[in-house]
């Protein structure tokens, strides 16, 4: 049995528009247009980010100069076209088709979402009426939240543990400097056209907008919901700018041996404690802490945040012990994972995957400076 949400706590508080800077209470209306206008000012500057990402790719395409540290492997050929076309087809449309219609089962059997209230769901919900009070005055709230996190965790979840477990072992077994890239200093064209794909089908109602938006933009973010995945799809292309010199500085202070431990926690750390906030914090939480962050309500609970700092703790410990590191890389692991659960906590949401990462490799940094 899914344990019923308290519907009552959403509808008699404030609910924080941390994008508009507003506050209005379900009874008003006097905010009813801050999300659409916040969601087009969020689709507006992804655009203007990733048509600028797309110029300085067709710059070094056309000209054939050295992009350097961020700007390499922007050649165009089969080999990339087929990589990024079968990626495409696997994992946006195959993989992102069945996690909505997962979702979309869900909402309707536990849930008890009716074709209707599907359909408003699924939708940009920028252009056709939704009222995210109204819905949760008729369903309950902690069983969407535990839809929206089956869903939005299974689907994204699963491919990035399994990809991080091999970058694991290949680092392990091939530690060379460039590996503390991880492998972002090579995805610029794919970044691209992810970004252009999640642009391409932000309002659309349809088939392409249901794969890439459909299990992935939370019920909860209500009109906010496909500009909370934008801005994290279009943060994920930012990390190339910030990790690979951090990446650089790593591999000039740290010994070899130590770089697939530094991957785990940067990365590994990062991807467990922020999956295992919502699992836990949808599960058996209750939403009291008010945040900031892209969606109509903006809550998080404190079982989640605990369970952020043990997670990522657990597996910092882990990986100490079976790489038999020094004892100062326990204290190390304290830090990270205090540090990765005051980010997820205390960073706007939607933007947490980006300050999770980051905060830790530079802590990773300062460790290195310190010790090695």
């Not at 995210?132 to 990035?160: F, N, Q, Y």
């Not at 410990?317 to 590191?325: C, F, N, S, T």
Request: charged fraction near 15%; glycine fraction near 10%.
């Amino acid at each position: 049995m899914i344990p019923e949400g308290d519907n009552v706590e959403a509808a008699e508080t404030p609910e924080t528009w941390a994008i508009a800077g507003t506050e209005r209470s379900s009874e008003t209306d006097t905010a009813g247009d801050a999300p659409p206008a916040a969601a087009r000012r969020i689709f507006l500057a992804c655009l203007l980010y990733a048509s600028g990402a797309a110029l300085v790719w067709l710059f070094f395409a056309l000209t054939g100069r050295d992009g350097g540290l961020f700007f390499s492997h922007y050649q165009l050929d089969r080999e990339t076209v087929v990589r990024i076309a079968t990626s495409f087809a696997i994992f946006w449309f195959g993989w992102g088709w069945l996690w909505y219609r997962l979702k979309r089962m869900l909402l309707r059997r536990v849930v008890g979402l009716s074709e209707q209230e599907l359909a408003e769901n699924f939708a940009s919900r920028m252009g056709t009426p939704f009222d995210l009070s109204a819905l949760l005055a008729r369903h309950s709230e902690r069983r969407i939240r535990i839809v929206d996190m089956i869903t939005r965790r299974g689907r994204t979840l699963i491919p990035l543990l399994a990809g991080f477990i091999f970058f694991y072992f290949h680092i392990s077994k091939d530690p060379g400097p460039e590996s503390l890239a991880f492998g972002i200093q090579d995805n610029f064209l794919d970044a691209i056209v992810l970004c252009a794909a999640m642009l391409g089908s932000y309002y659309s109602n349809g088939f392409v907008g249901r794969v890439f938006y459909g299990a992935h933009a939370r019920i909860m973010d209500g009109k906010l919901g496909r500009a909370n995945a934008l801005a994290i799809g279009t943060m994920w292309t930012l990390f190339k700018f910030v990790m690979i010199p951090i990446g650089l500085r790593l591999a000039a202070v740290f010994p070899p041996d130590t770089y697939a431990a530094l991957f785990v926690f940067i990365w590994v750390t990062y991807i467990v404690g922020d999956a295992l906030s919502e699992i836990v914090g949808a599960l058996f939480g209750r939403q009291a802490l008010r945040v900031w962050g892209i969606g109509e309500v903006n809550r998080k609970s404190v079982a989640g945040t605990w369970a952020c700092f043990l997670g990522s703790l657990a597996v910092c410990v882990a990986v100490v012990l079976a790489r038999h590191l020094p004892l100062p890389w326990l204290g190390l692991a304290v830090v990270v994972s205090a540090a990765n659960t005051a980010t997820e906590l205390l960073s706007p949401r939607g933007t947490d995957d980006f300050t999770m990462a980051t905060t830790s490799a530079l802590l990773c940094w300062g460790f290195g400076v310190l010790v090695y």
